[in-house]
Nanobody
Framework: QVQLVESGGGLVQPGGSLRLSCAASGNIFSINTMGWYRQAPGKQRDLVATITSDGITNYVDSVKGRFAISRDNAKNTVYLQMNSLKPEDTAVYYC?????????????????WGQGTLVTVSS
């Protein structure tokens, strides 16, 4: 069993900053790509940013230059630093991980989601 737990959401004024964290725990052999997704009210869940185990990052165009994804492999944790926040960034933010679980040779690949953390950008 593998779990992802997010933290760091909240209410912030336009132009402000927040840092989200997502910690993985459980029977983890290794973690490949980790990412952040978001779902605004009445909309589908969309990709925000991803990071590979080697640190290669990818961002949706709307957050480039404002958000930064990073990870601490020793802590099985991924972060999302969000700066210059806009009202349109308001959403529930979900952490996602492609996790290898178990022990060799019985390792299996799981896609795991966190429970989500609400980010509200409003004055």
């Amino acid at each position: 069993q593998v779990q992802l737990v997010e933290s760091g959401g909240g209410l912030v004024q336009p132009g402000g900053s927040l840092r989200l964290s997502c910690a993985a725990s459980g029977n983890i052999f290794s973690i490949n790509t980790m990412g952040w997704y978001r779902q605004a009210p009445g909309k589908q869940r969309d990709l925000v940013a991803t990071i590979t185990s080697d640190g290669i990052t990818n961002y949706v165009d709307s957050v480039k230059g404002r958000f930064a994804i990073s990870r601490d492999n020793a802590k099985n944790t991924v972060y999302l630093q969000m700066n210059s926040l806009k009202p349109e960034d308001t959403a529930v933010y979900y952490c996602n991980g492609i996790v290898l679980s178990g022990m060799t040779p019985f390792v299996r690949t799981l896609e795991v989601w966190g429970q989500g953390t609400l980010v509200t950008v409003s004055s």
